[in-house]
């Protein structure tokens, strides 16, 4: 039997082309350095190699449908385009780009680990987009004046223009923590960067070790997308004083009219070990991205006034206790599935069964809307909603609202 006796030691010199070193560092932990000069750690080191991106391959959308849809509330500026939960689409024409949430369940896709990706589809030529994540300072404050390893998955389904970035923003000092300011001024031309917004600063990529399947070109990693699933990926340090971090990838230089492509196996993970995606469970993530948008409605079903009991259930529901067109007549007290990460900047309405934005009386003589709506103690956990009843309205009868809380950074 024999035994490997290692020395602690400091870091070792970049091993020559094909060649990679083992050792024991001062901390103790084994590391192997390749000759990129990627030092990785063999041994575990708890939750090093957690995400701390979230939805990162695209498992949850909770606010538009799965199929092929125009990205809703978009603009050239805000991070406002709605596309996967935590993730938005801020594009040059953002009106005539549509996303899709591409299910691999049952159709495998060669080199993806993830069940799902994220497909964007341009209709208009010249356009340039950017993808993009803001995390809370909750989230990442520990990770300051750390190493971080940032990586994803691309791939070009229809187009020729496949240059694109893929960035890590900070807020600064002289921003105000978990406030993101107005995303960009300029997208800026073929070829430049976009010029990011007040207070938000590009995080160069460490010289070394370089970036995985890219160029590291200025202040972010140059990736050029094939018709293949490739994993691309940069280390980058984080200021001691970053307030808060954005994940951006974006399209370098602008396609043409139906350009479609891929994102998918998103991570950011602590330390520049190369690190192989590993999927949340989705109930797991799904509770991550409730912290910052969650709803009555089933998960795929996109939040709309008029939907039938029988397709998106009663909504949030309790009884009327006082009978008739009588004011306060319910009282619908709603419980969020998780406590949000702050309370939420919106909470809106959507009546079961009939149009508008008030609960709707769903049993008894001829069910009706209600009147005179009011939410009132709106928190991190949950709102009360009151309103006046029907005149056909009698003690007991079912009465139900559905709702969305949203507390997504956007601006």
């Not at 196996?265 to 993530?285: A, K, R």
């Amino acid at each position: 039997m024999s035994r490997a006796i290692l020395t602690k030691t400091e870091k070792p010199s970049t091993p020559a082309a094909n060649k990679s070193i083992l050792y024991v560092n001062t901390n103790r932990m084994t590391k192997q350095l390749d000759d990129l000069g990627t030092d990785s750690t063999l041994n575990n080191r708890g939750l090093q190699d957690r995400n701390i991106l979230s939805n990162g391959g695209f498992s949850v959308q909770q606010r538009v449908a799965v199929a092929s849809t125009v990205i809703p509330g978009g603009s050239a500026t805000t991070r406002a385009g709605k596309v996967s939960d935590r993730w938005a689409v801020t594009a040059t024409a953002i009106a005539t780009s549509s996303w899709a949430q591409i299910d691999t369940g049952t159709s495998a896709e060669a080199g993806l680990i993830a069940k799902h990706y994220g497909k964007l589809t341009q209709a208009t030529g010249n356009t340039k987009f950017i993808l993009s994540q803001f995390l809370a300072n909750e989230d990442i404050v520990h990770l300051r004046g750390n190493k971080v390893r940032l990586s994803m998955k691309l791939k070009t389904f229809v187009g020729s223009d496949t240059l694109f970035k893929l960035g890590l923003l900070q807020l600064t000092t002289a921003g105000t923590v978990d406030t993101c300011p107005t995303f960009i001024s300029s997208i800026g031309a073929n070829g430049v960067d976009p010029t990011w917004g007040t207070n938000l600063v590009e995080i160069s990529p460490d010289a070394s070790p370089s970036g995985e399947n890219g160029t590291v070109v200025g202040t972010a990693l140059q990736v050029t997308s094939t018709t293949q699933w490739v994993r691309s990926s940069a280390v980058f340090t984080i200021p001691n004083d970053a307030k808060n971090l954005c994940v951006v990838l974006w399209k370098d230089i602008a396609g043409g009219t139906t350009d479609a492509y891929g994102f998918a196996e998103f991570q950011m993970t602590e330390g520049p070990d190369i690190v192989d995606y590993v999927p949340t469970p989705l109930s797991w993530e799904l509770q991550r991205c409730q912290r910052y948008f969650c709803k009555s409605f089933p998960l795929t079903t996109v939040p709309v006034a008029s939907l039938s009991v029988a397709s998106a259930g009663n909504g949030v529901t309790n009884t009327i206790t006082r009978a008739g067109a009588t004011a306060l007549a319910s009282y619908i007290n709603i419980q969020f599935p998780v406590r949000m990460w702050k309370t939420p900047t919106t909470c809106t309405l959507f009546t079961p069964v009939g149009a508008g934005a008030v609960p709707y009386r769903i049993s008894g003589a001829a069910p009706a809307v209600q009147t005179t709506v009011a939410q009132t103690g709106l928190m991190d956990y949950g709102v009360v909603v009151s309103s006046t009843g029907d005149a056909a309205g009698v003690v007991g009868d079912l009465v139900g609202v559905h709702y969305t809380a949203d507390a997504e950074f956007v601006t």
